[in-house]
Each structure stands twice: as structure tokens, then as C-alpha cells.
């Protein structure tokens, strides 16, 4: 089971840390992703982090931006948003992943529940 939290209302350029908790014994055996979906839109990857060397994947709009990082004895996950704007609104999803390509949604085992994120311009 996946609990996202952390989101709430911001204005552009400001940051906010998402954070999602795992239940279970096996997190480290996932890779760990973020995904968004605004209004109307499709869900859009956003970043992921391997199992356990810290390797990290993001999406265009977010890379240098956004940092993904886990730690592996708090069974957590973690989404630092930096210079935020309002495009960046959107409910974000955790998930979790035994699969290869960390960029679809499809690939993806379990999923936490959404946290709202709304950046005002």
C-alpha cells in the first residue's frame, strides 16, 4: 500500500516535498516512480528512482527542477518541486514497479492514492 502526501497550494516559483509511505517488507525491491494527471488530461510521468543505486529518471518538464529520492529503511519515497509553476498543477501519484520501462504508467504494480498540488500564477 501507497500513502502520497505533502501537496497543497503554492504560488509560482515556490517548492513543496511530496512524500509517500510504503507498507511492507519488498520496497526496495521497486523501483519508484511520480506521476501527474491535470484536469482532462492524461497521466504524464514525472520522475523515478531505481531500487537501490540511485538512479534517476525524469521527464523534460521537470529536470532540473524536480529531485526524486528514497530512503529504503523509512519505506518513503520522496519528490522535491522546486521553482513551481501553474502548469505543474495536478494531482501526483506514486507507484511502484518490478518492470523495465519506468516511464508508463502500464508498468506499474501498485499505486498510492493522489495528492493535489496547485500552483497559483
Known amino acids: 500500500q501507497l500513502q502520497a502526501s505533502g501537496g497543497g497550494l503554492v504560488q509560482a516559483g515556490g517548492s513543496l516535498k511530496l512524500s509517500c509511505a510504503a507498507s511492507g517488507r519488498t520496497f526496495g525491491s521497486y523501483v519508484m516512480g511520480w506521476f501527474r494527471q491535470a484536469p482532462g488530461k492524461e497521466r504524464e510521468f514525472v520522475a523515478a528512482?531505481?531500487?537501490?543505486?540511485?538512479?534517476?529518471y525524469y521527464a523534460d518538464s521537470v529536470k532540473g527542477r524536480f529531485t526524486v529520492s528514497r530512503d529504503n529503511i523509512k519505506n518513503t519515497v520522496y519528490l522535491q518541486m522546486n521553482s513551481l509553476k501553474p502548469e505543474d498543477t495536478a494531482v501526483y501519484f506514486c507507484a511502484a514497479t518490478y518492470g523495465s520501462v519506468w516511464s508508463l504508467p502500464s508498468e506499474y504494480n501498485y499505486w498510492g492514492q493522489g495528492t493535489k498540488v496547485t500552483v497559483s500564477s
Open positions: 528512482i531505481s531500487r537501490s543505486n540511485g538512479r534517476t
